[in-house]
């Protein structure tokens, strides 16, 4: 594991890297989002098309199937108690952003980004 700062905008208040394969978006990662984070996926997925031209879609939650290339975005009111905040947690297959409020989840996509 490297000791070199990641450079994340916005900076997270704490970072905690793991061992284990790096995320790979492609173009048939699927976003995943609750009707309250509607608009968080979609500035992700307008984001994403912007850049690679992939037209990922938007799917509910228990529509893809558990090894499906995914993008997450959850709500969890005990997430944290900063509206803004959230968590982003990449593994090899997925990432999933938490927030407790629908602008915590627009910062975790900023942050993926």
């Known amino acids: 594991m490297s000791s070199t700062p990641l450079p994340l905008i916005p900076q997270p208040i704490s970072i905690r890297r793991l061992d284990g394969p790096d995320f790979a978006l492609t173009a048939d990662t699927v976003i995943i989002a609750a009707a309250e984070l509607q608009s968080a996926a979609q500035t992700l997925a307008v984001r994403i098309k912007t850049g690679t031209h992939w037209d990922l879609p938007i799917i509910s939650a228990g529509d893809a199937a558990e090894n499906t290339s995914r993008i997450e975005f959850r709500l969890d009111e005990n997430a944290t108690a900063n509206p803004e ?11 999933v952003i938490t927030s407790s409020q629908p602008a915590g989840a627009f910062y975790g996509s900023q942050t993926f980004l």
């Open 85 to 95: 905040g959230y968590t982003l947690k990449v593994a090899a297959n997925h990432v």
